[in-house]
């Protein structure tokens, strides 16, 4: 195979081609370890276009671990609120306290340490290590396997777990030992903007080593049997203001789905009974002008919520319900709220509250 035996083309080539069309992000303006280590975590699921706004924003309010580390809970998801995956955020935090505490607020420099980490899995391990400190360490995440799938014609499925082995131990015989940061960034970049999905080869810096390219194959790679099966769960929020025109929200639950965020009373449709009748059964809460304001779906890793948002006031002045309060429009928002809730209060701000 054309790419193990000119390995030392291949690398140049590819650091090359990093080097002089790379992207301007702003977590590659620097090595600080903790400044690597937050943007990948935020890339993880989400678009870079996305994250670069919120990576500006935690770096500008959290500048260093410690800030970090003793950063009121509330205010990190508030941080957080839009980028979803919510427990990265904790998690993330938990780490850095580790840091903090047992490492004297540096980042370790092996693989051994930094992953007994909270949340810093083999690929975060992997590119805070070689991004950060220049060691050659593998960091394999499914744009990484799509690349090298198609460079090496690798016909394992990569939806199962123990694929990602065979990869990591590509990379580690493959990494460039003087530059595994551009090495690795190299590869990331080639899966983000020309080997996607779709892929560009006539604009392919290493398309000479390609055994892919070579056997017309690039379409058929990754292989990719198990589907992942999302459960549909039809669900009703009620946004529900009081005669002062406050607004009644409760706290998730500690862990879960969404911990930790506030939302608008939530029930799940299970049945063929409407939704109010369903609220009026689990929440007791007796409401009047209802109006449904949006309809959406909202997708989680395993399960999509199919949202219907209401709105609604109270019919009379009423005990609050367990674990619910009211909050001022004020209020409201500044509270860490998940993103089919802000979707919900969006439309009732632009139909006027
Ligand atoms: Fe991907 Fe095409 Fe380049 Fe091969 S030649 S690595 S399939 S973009």
Redesign the pocket.
């Known amino acids: 195979m054309r790419i193990i035996e000119e390995k030392d083309k291949f690398c140049n080539a590819l650091i090359s081609w990093y080097n002089d069309e790379k992207r301007d992000l702003p977590w590659r303006q620097t090595s600080n370890p903790y400044y690597i280590w937050v943007s990948e975590v935020m890339l993880q699921q989400t678009r870079v276009d996305t994250v670069i706004p919120y990576y500006n924003r935690f770096i500008t309010r959290y500048p260093t671990m410690e800030s970090l580390a003793n950063a009121d809970e509330d205010e990190l998801l508030k941080m957080w609120e839009g980028l979803g995956y919510y427990s990265r955020a904790r998690n993330l935090q938990s780490g850095v306290r580790e840091v903090v505490e047992k490492y004297d607020s540096k980042v370790p420099e092996n693989r051994k340490e930094i992953s007994t980490l909270k949340g810093v899995g083999p690929y975060t391990a992997g590119a805070v290590l070689s991004i950060a400190f220049g060691i050659p360490e593998h960091a394999v995440d499914g744009n990484v396997m799509?690349?090298l799938s198609?460079?090496l014609l690798i016909e394992e499925d990569i939806t199962i777990p123990r694929t990602k082995r065979i990869f990591e131990e590509v990379i580690m015989e493959l990494i460039d030992q003087e530059d595994p940061s551009s090495f690795n960034q190299g590869l990331m970049e080639?899966g983000a903007t020309?080997?996607?999905p779709r892929?560009?080869?006539l604009?392919?810096?290493?398309?000479t080593?390609?055994?892919?390219?070579d056997e017309g194959r690039?379409d058929e790679?990754p292989v990719r049997t198990r589907k992942k099966k999302s459960k549909i769960v039809p669900v009703a929020s009620f946004a529900i203001q009081n005669k002062n025109g406050d607004w009644l929200l409760r706290k998730r639950p500690k862990t879960g789905l969404l911990a930790n965020l506030w939302e608008f009373p939530i029930i799940e449709v299970k049945d063929d009974r409407k939704p109010i009748e369903i609220f009026t059964a689990e929440i007791g809460l007796p409401i009047k002008s209802l109006s449904e304001v949006i309809a959406f779906k909202h997708i989680f890793t395993h399960i999509t919520w199919e949202m219907n948002g209401y709105r609604a006031r109270l019919n009379e002045e009423e005990p609050v319900p367990e674990g619910y309060q009211f909050f001022t429009k004020d209020e409201v928002e500044t509270l860490p709220k998940p993103v089919p809730i802000i979707k919900i209060w969006e439309s009732i701000k632009n139909g006027g509250i």
């Open positions: 799509r690349v198609r460079l080639l020309i080997c996607t892929p560009k080869c604009l392919c810096p290493v398309r080593f390609c055994s892919a390219f690039q790679l």
